[in-house]
Structure formats: structure tokens, C-alpha cells
């Protein structure tokens, strides 16, 4: 799915930036994608990042802060429409759901909607960049079983491309707690494995008891997955 953000200034639009790779950065300096020169804008003032299919508008500890539809954040999923203040300037986030798609394979539908792997992403996960862009492998089902929380002796099926965990009515795991951020963290399926990244809140994910921080963390089979008040083992179905 195409996206963009749309770059006004009061009520002129002044650019037209296209979403592409697996980084964007926004600030005042030269070498940001989108870069605003105004004094209101920190250097790197902010970025967007691909978790799964989904775009997430990171803050960069900002002088002024980040602003999306009139709320400070500090990581945002991003959604068709949304206005994200920086400084004086305003970007609108457009996501074109007209845009042709290829029609995948049907057991292999969910597998193709992943994000692409940078090198860097490669190497963190284990995986040779060139088998990470061409190898398709037939991945085993994934599944989490609910240890304790609301949600306790429940398995959800990891068959989508995107799983998402938070206090949001829209998650697909929900999980309870002070510092637990509406969508706190996504499970993605991709070609070499499942992974859980951090997404938003001040609870972030362990995974055996070790915090999920920037980079997404591969899992394993029998692997604890701990947030807010919720415990959860993830396990691959081989059956499947």
C-alpha cells in the first residue's frame, strides 16, 4: 500500500514526500527525508519506521515535541488522515488503499505483506540479506498461549502478518496496565520467523525476562513473553 505525507505550512501545501524504505527521518538538518527549516524543528526531530505493515512515527526526544491530531507523542502507529504537528509546520500522513497490489499466492498471502530487511535488520536477525529478500521458506504457525492476565488460558493464532498487543479495543491481544501504551508492541510473521518489536508506552515487552528495546526480537519456540499484566508463551506449530 502506498503512503506519503503531504508537507503545509499554514494552509500551503509546500511538498509531497513518498514513504519509501524501511526509514524516514523528519528535521531541520540537511540528509533528513523530509527536511523543514525552521527554527521550531529539532535536527532530527522525528522519524517513521516499518513494524510489520504498519508505519510508526517515532518522537527523537524533540525540543518541541511531536504532535499527531493535537496530542503529544512519543511513538504513534500512523493512520489514514492523521496531522502531525512539527514546529509550525503540519503533515498530513495519506495512505492510498486505490494503489494496485499483486495478488499473492494463497498460501503464501500473509508471508509476502513483511517488511523489507536492511542489511543491518538482516545481520540482528541471523539472516543473509540475499535469503532474506529472495528465499521463500514454508514457516511453521505460530501460536501464543496465555499464561496469566484477562486473557488466561486463551491461544491465539499468530496467522496474520501483523498481531497487535496493547490496551487498544483494536488489538488483538489485549493486556492491562498503568504504563502499557494503547498499542504497545506487534508480533509480525515474516518470510524467515516471527518477531515482536516495542511500538508505544512506557512498558516495553521482555521476552525470557530480557527487554525488547529498538531493534524487533526473533522468537523461538517456548519463548515467555511478558507485558503489563500479561504473560504469554509462544510456541511453532510444526503440524500446521
Same mark, same amino acid.
Do not use: W
Given at each position: 500500500?502506498?503512503?506519503?505525507?503531504?508537507? !503545509?505550512?499554514?494552509? %500551503?501545501?509546500?511538498?509531497?514526500?513518498?514513504?519509501?524504505?524501511?526509514?524516514?527521518?523528519?528535521?531541520?538538518?540537511?540528509?533528513?527525508?523530509?527536511?523543514?527549516?525552521?527554527?521550531?524543528?529539532?535536527?532530527?526531530?522525528?522519524?517513521?519506521?516499518?513494524?510489520?505493515?504498519?508505519?510508526?512515527?517515532?518522537?527523537?526526544?524533540?525540543?518541541?515535541?511531536?504532535?499527531?491530531?493535537?496530542?503529544?507523542? #512519543?511513538?504513534?502507529?500512523?493512520?489514514? *488522515?492523521?496531522?502531525? =504537528?512539527? *514546529? !509550525?509546520?503540519?503533515?498530513?500522513?495519506?495512505?492510498?488503499?486505490?494503489?494496485?497490489?499483486?495478488?499473492?499466492?494463497?498460501?503464501?498471502?500473509?508471508?509476502?505483506?513483511?517488511?523489507?530487511? =536492511?542489511?543491518?535488520?538482516?545481520?540482528? $536477525?541471523?539472516? !543473509?540479506?540475499?535469503? $532474506?529478500?529472495? #528465499?521463500?521458506?514454508?514457516?511453521?504457525?505460530?501460536?501464543?498461549?496465555?499464561?496469566?492476565?484477562?486473557? $488466561?488460558?486463551? #491461544?491465539?493464532?499468530?496467522? $496474520?502478518?501483523?498481531?497487535?498487543?496493547?490496551?487498544?479495543?483494536?488489538?488483538?491481544?489485549?493486556? !492491562?496496565?498503568?504504563?502499557?501504551?494503547?498499542?504497545?508492541? %506487534?508480533? #509480525?510473521?515474516?518470510?524467515?520467523?516471527?518477531?515482536?518489536?516495542?511500538?508505544?508506552?512506557?512498558?516495553?515487552?521482555?521476552?525470557?525476562?530480557?527487554?525488547?528495546?529498538?531493534?524487533?526480537?526473533?522468537?523461538?519456540?517456548?519463548?515467555?513473553?511478558?507485558?503489563?499484566?500479561?504473560?504469554?508463551?509462544?510456541?511453532?506449530?510444526?503440524?500446521?
Amino acid at each position: 500500500m502506498a503512503a506519503k505525507m503531504i508537507l !503545509k505550512f499554514r494552509d %500551503a501545501v509546500i511538498g509531497e514526500y513518498m514513504l519509501e524504505g524501511d526509514e524516514i527521518t523528519i528535521g531541520r538538518k540537511p540528509g533528513n527525508t523530509i527536511q523543514i527549516d525552521n527554527l521550531a524543528v529539532s535536527g532530527r526531530h522525528a522519524r517513521v519506521v516499518r513494524v510489520g505493515s504498519k508505519l510508526v512515527l517515532e518522537d527523537l526526544n524533540s525540543t518541541n515535541g511531536t504532535y499527531v491530531n493535537g496530542e503529544r507523542i #512519543t511513538k504513534h502507529v500512523l493512520k489514514h *488522515g492523521d496531522r502531525i =504537528t512539527v *514546529g !509550525k509546520h503540519t503533515l498530513i500522513f495519506v495512505e492510498d488503499q486505490q494503489a494496485p497490489q499483486p495478488a499473492p499466492e494463497p498460501e503464501e498471502e500473509e508471508l509476502e505483506k513483511t517488511v523489507v530487511l =536492511t542489511p543491518q535488520r538482516a545481520q540482528a $536477525a541471523g539472516v !543473509k540479506p540475499k535469503a $532474506a529478500q529472495s #528465499t521463500r521458506v514454508k514457516l511453521p504457525l505460530g501460536e501464543v498461549r496465555i499464561i496469566s492476565g484477562p486473557l $488466561a488460558g486463551r #491461544t491465539i493464532e499468530l496467522s $496474520a502478518s501483523l498481531t497487535t498487543i496493547g490496551k487498544d479495543d483494536h488489538c488483538r491481544i489485549r493486556v !492491562k496496565g498503568l504504563m502499557v501504551g494503547k498499542q504497545a508492541a %506487534a508480533i #509480525t510473521r515474516r518470510p524467515n520467523g516471527y518477531f515482536i518489536a516495542y511500538v508505544e508506552g512506557f512498558t516495553k515487552p521482555k521476552v525470557n525476562g530480557e527487554t525488547v528495546d529498538e531493534e524487533p526480537r526473533r522468537l523461538n519456540d517456548g519463548d515467555v513473553i511478558e507485558i503489563g499484566d500479561t504473560k504469554m508463551q509462544f510456541f511453532l506449530n510444526k503440524q500446521a
